[in-house]
């Protein structure tokens, strides 16, 4: 499997570009977008899926999101063969794309942590190793982007218990099936994760520049 990687940072954006980039969303989103009091939230959750368009258009030759359902836990994704998924955090934004098979990503800033405010989500083992870690955060993070990573390709998300997810197993089996996984660093203090139902070979990076993603016109609902 291939995963095409686009993403962003999502630095100040002017009030004229985000309506510009509002009018490419389904109105269901933009209803959800324009309800976000946190600027920094409405900015990462717009260029999400303008990123996914740009993705879209730039792999396919289409950039409409009218394709897009959603399943019982709300996970969006393609009636087709190709999947995506989506994370921010702090002022990246990640958008993770495959011609087919399934795929989840999660991308996290390392910033000092207090483990013990999560230690429900870690098993007896992950634990311990996080209690020994000469680096905890990049140890936290590294074990969490894991289990949302896969969480999110399995399309379940946080209705799965992240303690089931065992960061020592790979692959992870979760009811049966088997999530491969790949972990890297984006931009020196953002860990990153894929998930995917085949092993993953090779990621491509494709980053897109903020202000050129508002401003791109020609995207369709």
């Given at each position: ?156 998300g946080l209705n799965l218990e992240p303690k089931t997810i065992g960061w020592d197993y790979h692959p ?33 990076l494709h980053q897109i520049d903020i202000e050129e993603l508002f401003q791109i ?5």
């Amino acid at each position: 499997m291939q995963v095409e990687i686009f993403y962003t940072r999502s630095s100040s954006v002017s009030s004229a570009l985000i309506e510009h980039a509002l009018t490419s969303l389904p109105d269901k989103l933009v209803k959800r977008y324009r309800s976000f009091h946190r600027l920094q939230d409405r900015i990462n959750g717009i260029a999400g899926w303008l990123l996914l368009m740009k993705a879209t258009a730039t792999l396919s030759g289409h950039c409409s999101l009218s394709r897009i359902e959603y399943n019982l836990w709300k996970r969006p994704y393609f009636s087709g063969e190709a999947d995506f998924n989506i994370s921010h955090s702090g002022d990246c934004v990640v958008c993770a794309y495959v011609e087919s098979g399934s795929v989840g990503v999660d991308v996290e800033q390392i910033t000092e942590i207090k483990p013990r405010e999560f230690r429900q989500v870690f098993s007896e083992q992950e634990w311990n190793l996080l209690e020994n870690s000469w680096n905890v955060p990049g140890l936290f993070f590294r074990i969490w982007t894991y289990k949302e990573a896969i969480m999110k390709a399995d399309g379940r998300g946080l209705n799965l218990e992240p303690k089931t997810i065992g960061w020592d197993y790979h692959p992870c089996i979760v009811d049966g099936k088997a999530w491969f996984t790949k972990e890297f660093i984006l931009e020196q203090d953002f860990q990153v994760t894929l998930a995917g139902n085949e092993a993953i070979e090779k990621y491509v990076l494709h980053q897109i520049d903020i202000e050129e993603l508002f401003q791109i016109s020609q995207f369709g609902r």
